[in-house]
């Protein structure tokens, strides 16, 4: 009776009241009238009815101590189901945070790179196959091999240089890009997190400056930490807003689901250089 508690409370004093009453009766009526027991002279019903107080100190508590007994067990049963449902409904929110984020691979590289190969594929360029190779890996590493919550760090580190390669063709030979890979073993991460930190290092260095950008990676993957670190140059001429961009947040987000305090980032802006340095604690 959701939100009569004054019905309910005289419910439960009337019904109480009525099964000590059948309590009473049951064992007058039943159980001393059963042989080898002793019958004292039966009470009448009006009795029964009316002897409160003995029925308050005899039969209330024990109908009250066998109902707490299945509350318990109704409590306990309900409570278990509550908390599996709740670890249920947040373990698919949270599956479907990470669906979300990692829908990251931004639509213009497509765009670009689809672009380039068609001008390759226009000069007749012995690139344009190796090109199109690249770009089939990347999108099957996307669309197919991201659906679990880790994947391997090695393939995450082919997926990289698969797309650094598309990308320099937008470039030619005035981009510098160092990738140094340093691992003791393989590993699992989250998919498309560090495919997401170098986009951001081409988007908001080699995109914007008309020099000769500069990008540098490093993993590493010691002892059960694993760090990356990915760095670019900054054209003096562009306008470095401060304020953390979403790409980056996106990223945040994404960690904050899986390793919860298990890990850092950090950024450093400098006039000319911007740096994100990705840190996780395997242990």
């Not at 005899?58 to 101590?65: A, D, E, G, K, V």
């Not at 590493?141 to 679990?148: A, D, F, G, I």
């Amino acid at each position: 009776m959701r939100k009569k508690y004054g019905y309910a409370f005289i419910f439960l004093i009337i019904g109480t009241y009525i099964l000590s009453i059948l309590a009473r009766i049951l064992v007058i009526y039943v159980i001393e009238t059963l042989p080898n027991s002793q019958a004292p002279d039966q009470e009448s019903l009006f009795e029964i009815i009316t002897e409160w107080k003995y029925l308050i100190q005899r039969y209330i508590p024990s109908l009250f101590s066998v109902s707490f007994v299945f509350l318990f067990i109704k409590f306990f049963l309900d409570y278990d189901r509550t908390l599996n449902k709740s670890l249920q409904l947040n373990k698919e929110k949270i599956e479907a945070e990470l669906k979300i984020l990692k829908t990251q691979l931004n639509p213009h590289f497509l765009f670009n790179t689809l672009n380039n190969i068609y001008t390759l594929s226009l000069e007749n360029s012995p690139k344009t196959p190796v090109s199109i190779g690249k770009l089939s890996e990347i999108l099957d590493h996307v669309l197919y091999r991201c659906n679990e919550k880790f994947v391997s760090l090695s393939s995450e580190i082919e997926l990289l240089k698969n797309y650094i390669e598309l990308e320099k063709l937008r470039y030619d030979e005035r981009l510098q890009v160092s990738f140094i890979s340093n691992m003791e073993r393989d590993t699992k991460i989250p998919p498309l997190i560090l495919l997401s930190l170098v986009e951001n290092a081409f988007k908001h260095g080699a995109g914007e400056d008309s020099g000769s950008p500069k990008i540098d990676i490093e993993v590493f993957n010691k002892k059960g930490d694993f760090i990356f670190i990915i760095s670019n140059t900054v054209s003096k001429d562009y306008i470095s807003i401060r304020k953390e961009n979403i790409g980056l947040t996106n990223i945040r987000k994404q960690l904050d689901l899986v390793y919860e305090n298990n890990y850092s980032l950090t950024i450093h802006n400098s006039e000319n250089m911007f740096a994100v340095t990705l840190k996780i604690n395997q242990k």
